[in-house]
């Protein structure tokens, strides 16, 4: 199992950046993903999550409007467009996924795979 995040880098205030995570070595299909994200002053937090099975999404309370997550089945990507960034989002994103059959998780449970991360900096 193997999931690999991409699209982090520099960005300024009030751009937009597309994050991916390629998923590999299971059955995409059962799985349910979120996107993390973890600065140095805050514990690790839930951005959005999606469940493959039928695209429900949830977001966290501040991202709503400016994040959208999204499953390319085909490609088998996760993707996470995210506009209007702050400073404060500049954080580590994580990829994870995890077989669960309830609403799709921000925190609420323990993933079961985990990408390394992609560095998000945004500057003003």
């Known amino acids: 199992v193997q999931l690999v995040e991409s699209g982090g880098g520099l960005v300024q205030v009030g751009g937009s950046l597309r994050l991916s995570c390629a998923a590999s070595?299971?059955?995409?299909?059962?799985?349910?993903f979120t996107w993390s994200r973890q600065s140095p002053r805050k514990a690790r937090e839930g951005v959005a999550c999606?469940?493959?099975?039928?695209?429900?999404?949830r977001y966290e309370a501040s991202a709503v409007g400016r994040v959208t997550i999204s499953v390319d089945k085909i490609k088998k990507r996760v993707n996470l467009q995210m506009n209007t960034v702050r400073e404060e989002n500049t954080a580590v994103y994580y990829c994870?996924?995890?077989?669960?059959?309830?609403?799709?998780?921000?925190?609420?449970?323990?993933?079961?795979?985990w990408g390394t991360g992609t560095a998000v900096t945004v500057s003003s």
């Open positions: 994870s996924a995890t077989v669960w059959d309830k609403p799709c998780p921000l925190d609420e449970i323990d993933m079961e795979h």
């Open positions: 070595g299971f059955d995409f299909r059962s799985y349910v």
């Open positions: 999606v469940a493959n099975s039928d695209g429900r999404t």
